[in-house]
C-alpha cells in the first residue's frame, strides 16, 4: 500500500480569523507548542501562519498583515510522493494543507514529509525501498505512458552470505547500488530501488532496446566489478514492458502495476539458465486486462 499524505498529517493546528490580534496567536505558539495557523475570513481559507511569520511580528498587528499565501491545499487521498515533487518544485512552500470533503483536518511541512521519506529509503544502499516504483509506474500507467520494468537479482548470493559471511554481503549490496547509479546517471526517465533483500528495481520510460542496452552493460559492469575478497559476483535482469493502450479503472491499475513487477521478476529467474543472464518478457498481453 503506497501511503498517502492523511496518513502523515499533523492535525494540531488552530483555525482564527483573519481580522484577530497577532497576540491572540502568540501565546499558542509559545505556550502550547502549536505551530500551524489556519486563517479563515469568515468561512473562506485565506491563508496561513507560521512560526516564520510569528518571529518578529508585532503582537499589536492584526493576523491579515502577517500571514502568508505561501501554501497548497492537498486531498487526503494524495500520495506521499507526489506531495515531494510539490515541494521539490516549489522551493519556497514550507507548508501543505491536507483537507477532506473541502475541510482542512490536517498540514505536512517539508521537515515532516522529510521525515517520512526517510522511512522509505534503505538504510544500507540509501535507495529508496519498492513502493517508489510502484507510485511512478502507477501514476505513468494512468498517464497513458509506456514503462518497462528492469528486475535484478543477484545470482547465488546465499551462497555467497554462507561462505563469505553476511558483513561481506552487505558491502556487495552497497557496492551493486553504486555500480547501478553509475550506470544511470542523473537520467530523470529511469528510478530506482533496491526491491527486497539481494533484488534491485528500475522503472523506466525508455524504449526497450535502450533497456536492454543498460541491462547488458550493467551485467558487464557487475560481473567485471571489484568486491570484498575478491568474490565473484554476477547478475541476472528480467524485463518487462507496458504498452500504453487506454486508461483503466484506478484499482486495475494497481493490480496491472504488481503484475508488471511480477512479470519482471519471474523473467530474471529465467534468466538465470541462461549464458546471457537478460530475459526479457516477449508479451505484456499476460498481464494486462481484458477490457469489458
Known sequence: MIQNVLGIADKNFVKVNI????NSIQHHFYENDIVCFVVYDSDELAGI???KEL????????????MSDKYVCLNGDTYIWELMEIFNTDRELEVVLIKEKNVIVGFITRIVLKIE?????????????????FYYAYKFIMESKEV???FMDLDNFGF????YGHINGDKILKS?????????????DIYLCRYAGDEFAMLTLKP???????SERLIESIKSGSFPDEIPVSISIGMAEYRADNLHEERDVFELVNKLVNSASLASTKAKSMSSHLFVAESMDDICFNEK
Open 160 to 163: 555467497i552470505n554462507k561462505k
Open 208 to 214: 526497450l532496446n535502450e533497456n536492454k542496452i543498460l
Open 55 to 66: 518571529i518578529g511580528a508585532h503582537p499589536n498587528r492584526i493576523i491579515a498583515d502577517v
Open 19 to 22: 481580522f484577530s490580534g497577532v
Open 49 to 51: 501562519i507560521t512560526e
Open 148 to 150: 518497462s520494468i528492469i
Open 176 to 188: 551493486i547500488a553504486c555500480i547501478i547509479k553509475e550506470n544511470i546517471g542523473l537520467d530523470e
Open 117 to 133: 521519506l526517510g522511512k522509505h529509503i534503505d538504510l544500507l544502499t540509501g535507495l529508496y525501498k519498492n513502493d517508489y516504483i
